[in-house]
């Protein structure tokens, strides 16, 4: 086997370090924290500052990626993009150093603002949780078990998110931006409406490589959120786009790491989905008769949490009512 010469692996690792503890390396620069139970959370370490792909679950994960960050470089963390207002993207944001400038599309705004609302009303609504398990209590009546577990899940809720405030994007993105970390550059695009109406993917041009937020689950079912502004005409658009862009390798939202062949099997899916949801409308199927007749779709075979299928007819089928009945 040939061996490289130590200089040179000494200095490859004092340049980039080949993993932290919870860490490894994919490209030069660019690192995936790996102990986290939600999506893929990247950094991306250039001369003179960190960039950083989305937050983790919870403030204890943001936690997690801040430290893992600081076990690579002690460079100041200058970037958080955040993909899209998603739980499971945004919540671990609080943890991070002041002076992080938090980025992300028109409209996430208003997602972490309702989420931001809905941590402060956690008090009052733990208030009145325990008085109705208190009058049940008292009456002895039905159903004490279910209020008991409520007002548990309401306790278990405020000790993770309790005391961390969600920070506001104070840069929002229409179109295109490019930041610099140095000696490299890091650009963050608006991709709406896809997945939701305030989605963002972010590239890495000097390495070809790009974390699509949730455009795209790998060997993952597509999480569909109607409410969030889920568009799979606009998702599918915004998947060939960066098709075009022919990345070298593609981090997706969830699951496994790929190259472009994986924006390609989300755009399939998706289009077999928006196929089989038309086909059911032109046989004057009702929303409720499509989910109970669409039960597989050709390509979603060995695809985990398949059990998303209903919700993402339904979504579909609710976004073509939309669009028929749009002025
Ligand atoms: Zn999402």
């Known amino acids: 086997m040939k061996r490289l010469p130590l200089l040179l692996v000494t200095v490859l690792l004092v340049v980039f370090p080949l993993w932290g503890a919870n860490s490894k390396l994919l490209a030069p620069g660019l690192y995936q924290v790996t102990s986290l139970k939600g999506g893929n959370v990247l950094f991306y370490v250039g001369s003179s500052g960190v960039a950083v792909v989305d937050s983790g679950t919870a403030p204890a994960e943001g936690k997690t990626v801040v430290d893992e960050i600081r076990s690579v470089t002690d460079k100041p963390i200058l970037y958080l993009f955040l993909t899209h207002g998603h739980p499971d993207h945004v919540q671990g944001a609080c943890a991070f150093p002041e002076g992080t400038l938090v980025v992300g599309s028109q409209g996430l705004d208003k997602a972490l603002l309702a989420m931001e609302k809905a941590r402060q009303a956690l008090p009052a609504r733990i208030r009145e949780q325990r008085e109705t398990v208190e009058r049940l209590r008292k009456e002895n009546a039905q159903g004490i078990l279910a209020e008991e577990k409520r007002l548990q899940d309401l306790l278990e809720e405020e000790k993770e998110y309790g005391q961390s405030p969600i920070p506001l994007p104070e840069l929002l993105v229409e179109g295109r931006i490019t ?66 862009w022919s990345p070298r390798l593609v981090i997706p939202g969830h699951g496994d790491l790929g190259g472009a062949e994986i924006l390609q099997a989300q755009a399939t899916l998706l289009e077999e989905l928006r196929r089989e949801v038309l086909s059911a409308r032109e046989r004057g199927l009702s929303r409720e008769e499509a989910i109970k007749s669409i039960r597989t779709l050709p390509s979603d075979k060995g695809l985990r949490w398949p059990e998303i299928l209903p919700r993402a007819v339904d979504a579909v089928y609710r976004e073509m009512d939309r669009k028929t009945t749009a002025p």
């Open 179 to 244: 930041l610099s970390l140095g000696d490299r550059n890091v650009e963050f695009l608006s991709a709406s409406p896809s997945h939701t109406s305030d989605s963002g993917v972010v590239l890495f041009p000097s390495i070809n490589a790009l974390h699509t937020g949730d455009l795209v689950f790998s060997g993952i079912y597509p999480y569909f959120d109607f409410e969030g502004g889920c568009d799979s005409a606009g998702w599918i658009a915004q998947l060939k786009k960066l098709q075009a």
